[in-house]
């Protein structure tokens, strides 16, 4: 089992221009999560995803939005990048509300000049 | 807002030393998860407490719930180079439905 993977790894924008971040698990899992981590801030949530076709607004919804087509896939949108954005961004997932473990993907790094 | 606050926000300790991380939550928790992120890393799930008073440990790592559900700690013994790190705790609310993640303690150990 690959477990939570990331895509892409490392990913640099220009202020205005979108991009997907797509995270993929292999677990079956029903809930997924992505967050974004700044230095000294922890980890924040942004959007999450209780099953196929459902989307919610986490702690920082702004600026992004997401879908959840598909049960292993979760993908996370700027539409139109800010040098606030610039982040570290993770992908989970775990298997129905968070009373369960988090399995965390390796992140990407996204830098917002 | 629910809130976790982590204390200390850096820990600094000599390789074979002990020390504690504490976590605390502005309101009663449901539960309450730790995780382990290494330096360039992700993180990793490393155990959750549900009882009040709740104790457990896993081999140099003991970890504690309080009696009200509002606080946690981490006690590590015997420092190695392996523990350097960032610890978070995660408090869960039910009636919420929410995890908040606390701001980290990170560790750096001296050899």
């Known amino acids: 089992n690959a477990g939570v993977t990331q895509t892409p790894k490392f990913r640099v924008l220009k202020t205005g221009q979108s991009m997907t971040l797509l995270c993929a698990q292999d677990?079956?899992?029903?809930?997924m999560y992505w967050y974004r981590q700044d230095p000294g801030m922890g980890l924040r949530l942004i959007h999450y995803?209780?099953?196929?076709?459902?989307?919610a607004k986490g702690e920082v919804p702004d600026g992004y939005n997401v879908s959840r087509l598909k049960k292993q896939n979760f993908l996370l949108g700027l539409e139109s990048a800010a040098p606030s954005q610039t982040s570290v961004y993770f992908c989970a997932s775990n298997r129905a509300s968070y009373f369960y473990e988090q399995y965390f993907g390796p992140g990407t790094r996204l830098t917002v000049t | 807002g629910q809130q976790v606050m982590q204390i200390p926000q850096y820990q600094h300790v000599q390789e074979g030393e002990d020390f504690t991380t504490y976590c605390n939550s502005s309101?009663?928790?449901?539960?309450i998860q730790w995780y382990k992120q290494r330096p360039g890393g992700h993180p990793v799930f490393l155990i959750q407490?549900?009882?009040?008073?709740e104790v457990k440990k896993q081999k140099r790592l003991t970890f504690q719930f309080g009696e009200a559900k509002k606080n946690s700690s981490l006690h590590i013994t015997a420092t190695q180079t392996t523990d350097v790190g960032t610890y978070f705790c995660a408090g869960f609310k039910a009636a919420g439905n929410k995890l908040t993640f606390g701001g980290g303690t990170r560790v750096l150990v001296k050899p």
């Open positions: 407490l549900v009882k009040s008073g």
């Open positions: 995803s209780v099953g196929e076709g459902t989307t």
């Open positions: 309101t009663t928790l449901s539960n």
């Open positions: 677990m079956n899992h029903e809930y």
